[in-house]
């Protein structure tokens, strides 16, 4: 979703600002803006465009201006479509105030009719331009005060950053429930809201909390709360590799990250598994250690891809300890009149950690009492800020807005957290050991598969005249059904539904026909059979059916019309091996229809709103 990134510095700005820019674009924009000034001559860059990055780039390129401060954004729209006059950043009445804004300014009907009432000129549809006003109207002699006092009278969230003409050399930035991460640099400050923005120039940073605002100025960073008491914070230093925003010769990012996989699954257990006791160690975890061993039920709330792995995490602890294990969107979850108490815990699962309704569902969780733990991947994201205690994917930055290398960082990530809990409660050596073997096998089965691509490519291509698709699995491979339904809809627009196998005669059987093909995944184990008797059922009306199913298992040729083979493992693991097909024929389908398959339309990769 929306993206911000400033600059103050001895350095120019606008290369600096451009990169974060770019560097934010995986999170899903519509326009982009951007305003700079130079102290020296009071000259001021305003530019704003409609579509990619590089529609800004041409037109700042076409001045020779130099300002070695300012602030950019990068919006996904909410408030009125994507054009230039709603692209941030927005301006005031004098022309002379720049504010960049993400969140939502719930209130902004009633401040903007009080504000055109005193003489305000409104030129867009945003919420967010209602604030510059407000900040105008606030002014006398003291910028911050004047932001201060604005942000006092607004409702909903924001993460802001804001300059003015006539307070030079001076970036006023503050948080509430929008992520603003200050970075420190030599001589210079970076501030955003996604680390990724400016990690190639310093890892050293200051996450700001709800209701805290920082003054930037060239070499002095000034933090306080929003009645400007001052408060003092230590840099931390995070540990969050740059990695070059390229394809490394793959067509997307997407493609990419699907064949990082086998990578992303040894940084999820490295270090982490203990062979000889079958047991696993998460650091994160020891801190509330005793309170999780004594947990009567577990809930795992999450949201899109996030949720089916939280749907296929609730098997797994099933299986692997005596824990009451639920699982629930936290969409859902925090309107519900939950019995949560202490001896619940509520694991919160986020790519992001910054998606609103996941941390609306924490937040429900901890004001009930219960144990909040975070399954993360962007490190001091919110989500893993308020959370008790946590585990982080350590899988690096995911750049497609289709999720697949960090659903498979957190399902396994999931067996560690089922296997450390279900040892200490009960489960054998022998069992513990055997999920250990089998969790380092992981990388070299996802191999196997991806070795495989062209003929996944070849079977998505022979299926691309079809519109709908039905996904369907049993157990744990229902989620992955799911999930593989999700990844097909989200980045190729063809309709495409998971349901659990065992439904399909309920209700889904009647859209079968030669024109609705199924994807089934059938891979061995105790629910094989039935998968097997779902897909006759389906060939009896005359539908297509695609199977995912084990390496040797010849007679299911003759059954279906098309099989994807995938190494056998354990049937705990089996559902982390399947998905990678679906991933693959997801992608190729999506880019045999000429898709914008790293930026889908309408999708953004970091939900913030609600
Ligand atoms: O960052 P999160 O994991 O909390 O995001 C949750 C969903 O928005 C996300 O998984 C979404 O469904 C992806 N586009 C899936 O590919």
Redesign the pocket.
Known sequence: MCGIICYIGEQNSIPILLEGLKRLEYRGYDSAGLASINPENGEVLFVKSVGKVGELEKKVKSTDFSGNYGIAHTRWATHGKPTEANAHPHSDCTGKLFLIHNGIIENYEILKKELIKKGHKFVSDTDTEVLAHLIEDNLKDNFEDAVRKSLAMVEGTFGIAAIHKDFPRKIVVARRGSPIIIGIGENEYIAASDVNAFIRYTNRVIYLNDDEMALLNDNELVITDLNLKQIEKKPETIDWQYEADEKEGFKHFMLKEIYEQPRTVENAVRGRLIEGEGISKLGGLEPVLDRILNLKKLTFV?????FYAGLYGKYVFERLTDLDVHVDYASEFRYRNLKLTEEDGVVAI???GE?AD?LAALREAKRKGSLVLGLVNVVGSTIAKETHAGVYCHAGPEIG???TKIFVSQCVILNLIALLIGRRRGLSVFDGMQLVKEIKKLSGNIEKILEKADLIREIAKKYLPYQNFLYIGRHLNFPIAMEGA?KLK?ISYVHAEGYPAGEMKHGPISLIDEYFPTVAIATNGFTYEKMISNIQEIKARNGKVIAVATEGNDEIKNVVDDVIYVPETIDILQPIVNVIPLQLFAYYFADFKGCDIDKPRN?AK??TVE
């Open positions: 999450s949201c899109g891809t996030s986020s790519q992001s998606t996941t807005v289709a999720s999700l989200e999708l970091s939900v």
